[in-house]
């Protein structure tokens, strides 16, 4: 059982940067499914980015050009950096992975964008 902890969420402004992290509690080397989603009040669950082991990302359109995912296996860690946050990105943050596909959840972290 691998437990996922998310954290760097918080209040900004639009146009600002925050960097989601997400701590593992085992080994994510084999993880192929490892990604970040997003929810909004009144809204369902979306993905936002996805990263494969061999560190191929993908965005959703909403994120393309202004997210960047990352993964650092040597610290069981993937990354979430947002840069030029908008309003429509407030939602909680969920960090999600396994090996073929999303087994295991963070509790999520609040990104509010707001002025």
């Known amino acids: 059982q691998v437990q996922l902890v998310e954290s760097g969420g918080g209040l900004v402004q639009p146009g600002g940067s925050l960097r989601l992290s997400c701590a593992a509690s085992g080994s994510i080397f084999e993880f192929n499914a490892m990604g970040w989603y997003r929810q909004a009040p009144g809204k369902e669950r979306e993905l936002v980015a996805s990263i494969s082991t061999s560190g191929s990302a993908h965005y959703a359109d909403s994120v393309k050009g202004r997210f960047t995912i990352s993964r650092d296996n040597g610290k069981n860690t993937v990354y979430l950096q947002m840069n030029r946050l908008k309003p429509e990105d407030t939602a909680v943050y969920y960090c999600?992975?396994?090996?073929?596909?999303?087994?295991?959840w963070g509790q999520g972290t609040q990104v509010t964008v707001s002025s």
């Open positions: 999600g992975g396994g090996r073929y596909a999303y087994d295991y």
